[in-house]
T-cell receptor
Framework: GQQLNQSPQSMFIQEGEDVSMNCTSS?????WLWYKQDPGEGPVLLIA?????ELTSNGRLTAQFGITRKDSFLNISASIPSDVGIYFC?????????????FGQGTRLTINP | DSGVTQTPKHLITATGQRVTLRCSPR?????VYWYQQSLDQGLQFLIQ???????AKGNILERFSAQQFPDLHSELNLSSLELGDSALYFC????????FGPGTRLLVL
């Protein structure tokens, strides 16, 4: 089946540092989404990407949809304590209206003040 | 707040029992998706409904079933529960972009 490889699995950084994480797939996706999940809560959408090559920002977050349609990255600039959490990439191999999402394994971000 | 609501927030039950999880999508969304999140499997797609009709199926067990009603709310029914069914169950709604509810934490004892 389709799989997303997300890396790194965890990151330990200092407050104020920039963060970068990425996802790669063995197959093509038509949509890439990035979510953040806090413990016991549902994933919260951060950025949605719909076109190959698209670069989108949301405040300190920037994400790109890879040209090959098989990868995406998320950057967080000048990290702050509330950025702590688990970040997931998700891809949608859209087929005839079906929109199931395939998720990466997540990147756990820890920030030292 | 994503606009997607789920009830109950927590559910504790015994093996062999049956439970029903409920989801109300965002206003205007016709699609509802169900996902299971466990520690060892991550977030896994279970099933999608669109305007009352099943549209896509993922790794959903035969003991599990879902439906979407005319008012577009959806229910996920889990029967003959096993210990391994303990997990977070999320509902999402939307089309190209999916918005997740707060989840139902199911504990099977």
């Amino acid at each position: 089946g389709q799989q997303l490889n997300q890396s790194p699995q965890s990151m330990f950084i200092q407050e104020g540092e920039d963060v970068s994480m990425n996802c790669t797939s063995s197959s093509i996706f038509n949509t890439w989404l990035w979510y953040k999940q806090d413990p016991g809560e549902g994933p919260v959408l951060l950025i949605a990407l719909y076109k190959a090559g698209e670069l989108t920002s949301n405040g300190r977050l920037t994400a790109q949809f890879g040209i090959t349609r098989k990868d995406s990255f998320l950057n967080i600039s000048a990290s702050i304590p509330s950025d702590v959490g688990i970040y997931f990439c998700a891809g949608s191999p859209w087929t005839q209206g079906a929109q199931k999402l395939v998720f990466g394994q997540g990147t756990r971000l820890t920030i030292n003040p | 707040d994503s606009g997607v609501t789920q009830t109950p927030k927590h559910l504790i039950t015994a093996t062999g029992q049956r439970v029903t999880l409920r989801c109300s999508p965002r206003s205007g969304d016709l699609s509802v998706y169900w996902y299971q999140q466990s520690l060892d499997q991550g977030l896994q797609f279970l099933i999608q409904y669109y305007n009352g009709e099943e549209r896509a199926k993922g790794n959903i067990l035969e003991r599990f079933s879902a439906q979407q009603f005319p008012d577009l709310h959806s229910e996920l029914n889990l029967s003959s529960l096993e210990l391994g069914d303990s997990a977070l169950y999320f509902c999402a709604s939307g089309e190209e972009t999916q918005y997740f509810g707060p989840g139902t934490r199911l504990l099977v004892l």
